[in-house]
């Protein structure tokens, strides 16, 4: 049973920087693709990012594309989200995801992913 846990949310002004992590048990990180979600009050779960098992592969929803980075080091079973120029809009709880490592395809589909995080909270003032 693959378990997630996510951290390094908080309150930020509008411009700002947070980094998110998440740590992945009960499998070892280089077999699964992970992705970043996020949820606004009032919103449907929305995708953010993704990244293959390696790393090597990454997708971003337009929105976040070019101020938020994932990463990841599977020696340490933790992903990252680098948050950064952060704006109100963004203001959401942020949800780690993991899902069996795919060769051809990377998923933005929360429907996609098998395993969840519990979120943390991300909230920009302005």
């Known amino acids: 049973q693959v378990q997630l846990v996510e951290s390094g949310g908080g309150l930020v002004q509008a411009g700002g920087s947070l980094r998110l992590s998440c740590v992945v048990s009960?499998?070892?990180?280089?077999?699964?693709?992970m992705g970043w979600f996020r949820q606004a009050p009032g919103k449907e779960r929305e995708f953010v990012a993704v990244?293959?098992?390696?790393?090597?592969?990454?997708n971003y929803a337009d929105s976040v594309k070019g101020r938020f980075t994932i990463s990841r080091d599977n020696a340490k079973n933790t992903v990252y989200l680098q948050l950064n120029s952060l704006k109100s809009e963004d203001t959401a709880v942020y949800y780690c995801?993991?899902?069996?490592?795919?060769?051809?395809?990377?998923?933005?589909?929360?429907?996609?992913?098998?395993?969840w995080g519990q979120g943390t909270q991300v909230t920009v003032s302005s």
């Open positions: 995801a993991a899902r069996g490592s795919n060769l051809y395809s990377l998923y933005r589909s929360p429907h996609e992913y098998a395993y």
């Open positions: 990244s293959s098992s390696s790393g090597g592969r990454t």
């Open positions: 009960g499998r070892t990180a280089s077999s699964i693709d």
